[in-house]
């Protein structure tokens, strides 16, 4: 975030016409997913924003249309498998259909928004048997239900990141005043993560 930020204002300075809210639309927090690291593509003195969103959006179109609804985690002999086949509950499944939405939000086109919803369909089992979950759920709902409720007003979709806020919620360990990180015999250890999931229960007290 601080070197999107610091990019912004030194592009801006320069005089191109650039806000951060159009970095963000063009998915700037996934350029470094995308087409290497930031500090090797934003060459601040020759950068063309409108290029970069071309680019981002062949990419990642292509993406959504080779995948579909999988959840991509780490490619195997070139291809990606579906982590969601492997274990629905991995904390990583709701990225990919976060980088939908953000697409979505930035070009409107529908194939990022098919793609997302239909992780996030999936990912309702995951809800269902609920004892796998962990203190990622907001990793997977924040990023799926409440970002189809916040562009699309999906009533589903806001109950699916309520109900995963409640189980968050329900992992405050109120003796220690901290959420419980993990299950099992882990009882009593909360990770930096555990701060990073907490969007989603600003969310829902919201």
């Known amino acids: ?19 951060l809210d159009k970095l963000n639309k063009v998915g700037a927090n996934i350029i470094g997913v995308v087409l290497g690291s930031l500090n090797d593509i934003l060459d601040l003195e020759n ?17 959504c249309r080779r995948l579909g609804s ?26 990919f259909a976060g980088m939908m939405w953000q697409m979505y939000h930035a070009t409107e ?5 098919e793609s997302a919803e239909q992780i996030e369909e999936r990912l309702d089992e995951a809800l269902t048997e609920f004892v796998k979950l962990d203190h990622d ?3 997977i709902w924040l990023h799926t239900a409440v970002a189809n409720w916040r562009l699309t007003g999906n ?8 109900h995963a806020a409640g189980i968050l919620a329900g992992r405050y360990n109120p ?7 993990w299950n099992g015999d882990r009882q009593g250890i909360a990770i930096v993560d555990c701060l ?11």
Request: hydrophobic share 40%; glycine share 8%; charged share 25%.
């Open 155 to 162: 009533q589903a979709s806001r109950k699916r990141g309520l």
């Open 175 to 181: 003796a220690g005043h901290f959420i419980r990180a």
């Open 109 to 113: 086109k529908e194939c990022f928004k």
């Open 70 to 95: 999988m959840m991509p985690y780490v490619p195997e002999n070139g291809a990606y498998y579906d982590m969601g086949v492997r274990e629905l509950s991995t904390w990583t499944n709701g990225f």
């Open 196 to 206: 990073m999931n907490l969007p989603l229960l600003y969310w829902a007290a919201e």
């Open 137 to 139: 759920v907001g990793f």
């Open 47 to 63: 950068i063309d924003i409108e290029d970069l969103e071309e680019k981002l959006t062949y990419k990642l179109e292509a993406e």
């Open 1 to 19: 975030g601080t070197i999107i930020v610091n990019a912004a204002k030194a592009i801006d300075s320069k005089g191109a016409k650039i806000t």
